[in-house]
């Protein structure tokens, strides 16, 4: 696990302060003076003037380091510029470089896992859509390990296959709902899960759960299971509520209707059509509460 402040400490801070006390010498700065204006040793001012000290061609060439290490050597030579002001501006940039920036990509060269990341990168941001992201492919990964531990699952499967997903918020699209890739089959009795889970990778049961958020429900989860009426009465006796809708109708449509009925619905079921299993799809605020619906009806 590599840290992007790590990334900060061992390649901007060498790299930032070797041009700095470069730039304050220039100017006429003692190496003392430098060293007090830095707060650092004059040893290690010492260090970067003779170039002892290793720095990142990136960071060195990047325009707005260079502006930065040039306003700042001026300000705070000629004393309109306070230690206290360079060092926030110094941080403004550096909070800059680290999102989706020079630093970001610094940081991943340095931890591969995060090149992965297909979206904006801010690692600092607890609102962040990595971390978000990260969050619910945990959820849904949590509670496929759940299903796969759950007795009687396996016969709940479907011939189409299951699969759990869980969405962003405020997601609209199936590349913002994380599932499993391949779906959940039912191998000789056992609930056999082909991979981590993804973005992107479902497109049957993303869609239902897609089409129940546009029809205003607040699910953010789903897990589809085989039906039969047993497993209807189940659900009902547990105290969910469920609703039908027409398999043969548009998707997005049959699910507003059946919602407009039933709005207050967590279970969705069709009792199949031409060419199409009958289906139950659970629905919940995440993956976990859609798991904890299959306890009810596994047997």
């Given at each position: ?10 390649e ?35 260090k970067?003037?003779?170039?002892e ?21 001026g ?5 309109d ?51 978000m992201t ?11 390990r ?6 009687g ?43 981590d889970p993804?973005?992107?990778?479902s ?29 209807i ?46 289906i ?20």
């Amino acid at each position: 696990m590599k840290f992007i402040e790590e990334v900060v400490v061992e390649e901007f801070l060498p790299t930032f302060r070797t041009m700095l006390a470069g730039a304050l010498r220039e100017r006429g700065r003692t190496q003392s003076e430098v060293a007090d204006l830095l707060g650092i040793s004059q040893s290690a001012v010492s260090k970067y003037a003779h170039g002892e000290v290793e720095v990142n061609d990136a960071i060195k060439s990047d325009d707005r380091v260079i502006e930065l290490v040039e306003r700042l050597a001026g300000g705070l030579s000629s004393g309109d510029m306070s230690r206290v002001q360079a060092l926030v501006e110094t941080e403004v940039l550096i909070r800059r470089l680290e999102r989706g920036d020079l630093l970001a990509r610094r940081h991943e060269a340095a931890y591969p896992p995060i090149a992965a990341y297909d979206g904006p990168l801010d690692i600092h941001d607890p609102e962040g859509e990595l971390r978000m992201t990260e969050r619910i492919r945990s959820s849904v990964r949590r509670g496929v390990r759940t299903l796969e531990n759950t007795s009687g699952f396996a016969a709940l499967i479907p011939a189409v296959g299951s699969n759990l997903v869980e969405a962003l918020p405020g997601a609209t699209t199936i590349d913002e709902v994380a599932g499993v890739p391949g779906r959940i089959l039912d191998i000789k009795g056992r609930a056999t899960v082909p991979g981590d889970p993804e973005f992107g990778v479902s497109a049957h049961v993303a869609s239902l759960l897609l089409a129940t958020r546009a029809a205003g429900s607040d699910a953010r989860a789903a897990l589809n299971v085989s039906y039969d009426a047993e497993t209807i009465d189940a659900l009902e006796s547990a105290g969910y509520v469920v609703a039908e809708f027409d398999a043969d109708a548009d998707l997005e449509a049959a699910v507003a209707d059946a919602l407009a009925e039933t709005p207050d619905a967590d279970v969705l079921y069709q009792t199949g059509g031409f060419g199409i299993e009958p289906i139950c799809y659970l629905l919940g605020a995440d993956a976990s509460a859609v798991v904890e619906a299959v306890r009810h009806v596994a047997r």
